[in-house]
């Protein structure tokens, strides 16, 4: 077995026990630092894919703004969820069913792929043309509506969310 | 080298963990957490078969930068709209958000 697989097999292993961790443990906090641990590993498993620009992405965006973002809003919801009880509700033995059958189901469509067991990449050796893709984001012929269109629902999410957020005093008295 | 179905199997898993995290959290914001594992799931989907096997186009990278995109915008809202409803109600749990039920 190549050193390969087995850095790809510890990866997984550490990122599934910690969105299993994520799911399960108790402690919104924790959830929220096991959560940042599970998106390290998925930006390792997008670097081992020879990609090299999406891994800093995850680490900067979802590490560094998402993950904070969500141990801000736990905190500040804290004082009415204390961590006693059960945190998950009385239906968990369904979800657990269907998220078990999910999973079995998927792994037996995909196992009458012919293409699955594909070794051969066809990524180049030294990663992605980032140039390429900068200029396929920004041509007209290529993908340029997408970009605006992103750009406005990053601009709609902003305002809507500083909208939802903000106190409105005059309205509650 | 690694084969492809290393990629799917452990994507499927993540995505699977995620949806039970989503269906069986009590707190709206560990619902928002199961959401972003799944987002991740699908994601590492879209890189693993883009880099096996259509690397010469560019649909995939601009596909999973949209959906970087959209994770974060549906956090900011997601997460604006649970305090907004803290601080009028003061609850998180998703079950007792039924203001709209009519």
Known sequence: MAVIQIVFILVAVVTIISAGMVVSVRSMVHAALWLVLALLGVAALFALLQV????VVQVLVYIGAIAT???VAVMLTRQVM???GSQLNSNWWLAAFVSVTLFIGMVWALSNWPGMMTT???????GEDIVAFGKALTDPAGFVIPFEVASVLLLGALIGAIFLATERKEKQG | MIPLSW?????????CVGLFGVLARKNAIGILMGVELMLNAVNLNLLAFWSYLYAAQMNGLVFVAIVFITASAEVAVGLALIISVYRCRRIVVADEMTELRG
């Open chain 1, 52 to 55: 090299r620009f999406f891994p």
């Open chain 1, 69 to 71: 973002l969500i141990i």
């Open chain 1, 82 to 84: 204390q961590d006693v």
């Open chain 1, 120 to 126: 051969t990449r066809a990524v180049p050796p030294g």
């Open chain 2, 7 to 15: 990629y799917l199997i452990f994507s499927t898993a993540l995505f």
